[in-house]
């Protein structure tokens, strides 16, 4: 009898401890969860939504290419003006643009350019960079056909998305377009549509996206702690396979588009702040001219080897927000910082001098934008060019107004060949052209006349892309399809 009692109380012992080992096994398979793979709304969400400032923490998630790994890189300046194309070779638009997550690490989307001729009637389309397909040879393409873009609605230039339209990673032939579910007029969805309570700061929402556009970013200025002017940046390279953007790349040197240099800093490293136009390096001159290489000659960027030669020396910057909260301006505040950035007697038009004045061609290598000299916060920004002339050099262009070219229905991308008539000066230590006329094809953009004095006039414009406020631009600056 005592023996059995035994083997009783040893039977609820071992099954005691069997329940306890089935515990831990599920409990710890529960702390595994969040490594599983994610679904496809998880994948595709991005952070912000369109009329609300995102902080940089919430960046989109993404899966880095493992260390020691060679990286396939493009460049911002090869991607944006690029045809993307369906899976069977049919052009479908152009980049219009590349959209970035606000910690400035991450490619959201590209905005991609359809139909019209000369940038009438064409078309912007959010499309997450998850879908795009980016070819040993940098074709891009995209599982989507004619019919699909024909149907779906876009955006307009003036509200642009938080984020890609997720849809679209879900387009084929066969399966069901970007065209389903509903869908509001800047071609969000019903989830991407900003509440009631938030449609109040949809102008300073669409500010901070407009921000995060590459080519509001390029010709951002580079300093260092010291307030030392390192350069400009000049484009970024993007990490094919997930978006990440793994570089900034920052021109100095040189004068009078001869001897400038490059240097490849890890996007990490750079503190952007678009309000400024302004990003901060912690760094000296000195360590960027030891790796420096010439604008014709890229190194393997995507070596193992170079990357983590460049993480040494360029540490990562201090985290933080770097856009905050961009408080929205009254129409007299951004007449008077227009009029006194652009206007006639400003010390922009000033530095035109008509004994300077000269004409260039040669090939846009990348379109960016530029802060006018004593600008104030909400002064529309700059169109900045930088142009490889036909004699070989690299010359930056300064061309008026960026809103005033959309006006005029004037669309500029890399790969263009450009005409360029304009006055020498020196800005910021900076070797540009000041435009007078651009002509492209049979296009031309009449900046200003003989003596110089501009020809646009900012009377109520506001911002740094819109028209007059309650009106819509124009039109996009698109090239034709």
């Not at 309000?275 to 960027?301: G, I, R, W, Y």
């Not at 036909?390 to 004037?410: H, I, N, R, W």
């Not at 006039?457 to 892309?465: D, E, F, L, P, R």
Request: aromatic share 6%; hydrophobic share 35%.
């Amino acid at each position: 009898m005592y023996k059995r009692g035994y083997f009783i109380k040893g039977l609820l012992v071992v099954s005691v401890l069997g329940l306890l080992c089935v515990y831990a096994f599920a409990a710890q398979s529960g702390q595994n969860e969040p490594n599983k793979p994610a679904t496809s709304d998880q994948a595709t969400a991005q952070p912000g939504t369109a009329g609300t400032t995102s902080s940089p923490q919430q960046a989109m998630p993404s899966t880095r290419t493992p260390t020691g790994q060679q990286m396939t890189l493009l460049r911002t300046n090869q991607v944006i003006g690029k045809d993307v194309k369906d899976t069977q070779g049919e052009k479908l638009g152009v980049v219009h643009d590349i959209v970035l997550t606000p910690d400035y690490q991450q490619a959201s989307y590209v905005a991609l350019s359809y139909g019209g001729v000369f940038g009438v009637g064409s078309k912007l389309y959010a499309i997450p960079w998850q879908a795009l397909h980016v070819g040993p040879k940098g074709e891009i393409t995209i599982s989507a056909t004619k019919a699909q873009f024909q149907e779906a609605t876009g955006f307009s230039n003036d509200n642009w998305p938080s984020r890609g339209d997720s849809r679209w990673l879900s387009t084929s032939s066969t399966a069901t377009s970007a065209t389903t579910g509903s869908r509001t007029a800047a071609g969000e969805s019903e989830a991407e549509r900003p509440s009631a309570s938030a449609t109040g700061r949809m102008a300073t929402g669409n500010q901070e996206i407009q921000m995060r556009r590459v080519t509001h970013l390029t010709g951002m200025e580079v300093k260092n702690s010291q307030n030392e002017d390192l350069g400009d940046i000049d484009e970024f390279a993007i990490d094919t396979s997930n978006g990440h953007v793994e570089y900034d790349i920052i021109a100095f040197g040189g004068l009078a588009g001869i001897g400038e240099k490059y240097a490849a800093v890890p996007a990490n490293a750079v503190r952007l702040e678009p309000q400024t136009h302004v990003a901060t390096l912690n760094t000296t001159k000195q360590t960027l001219e030891s790796v420096a290489f010439s604008p014709s000659e890229f190194p393997n960027l995507g070596s193992p080897e170079y990357m983590q030669r460049l993480s040494k020396l360029f540490p990562a910057a201090a985290s933080g927000s770097a856009l905050g909260y961009v408080p929205a301006q009254s129409s007299q505040e951004q007449s008077g910082a227009n009029d006194r950035a652009w206007g006639s007697s400003g010390r922009h038009a000033a530095s035109f001098n008509p004994s300077t004045v000269k004409t260039i061609t040669g090939t846009v290598e990348s379109v960016g934008s530029f802060k006018p000299e004593a600008a104030l916060a909400g002064a529309t920004r700059g169109l900045r060019l930088r142009v490889k002339t036909t004699d070989g050099k690299l010359v930056t262009v300064y061309a008026g107004p960026a809103s005033y070219a959309e006006q005029k229905d004037f669309f500029i991308m890399p790969g263009d060949q450009i005409s360029i008539t304009g006055s020498e000066a020196k800005i910021r230590s900076r070797s540009v052209i000041l435009a007078s006329e651009l002509k492209k094809g049979t296009q031309t953009l009449q900046l200003r006349d003989q003596s110089g004095k501009p020809l646009w006039s900012m009377q109520g414009q506001a911002g740094q892309t819109t028209g007059p406020a309650g009106q819509q631009p124009r039109r996009s600056m698109t090239r034709p399809q």
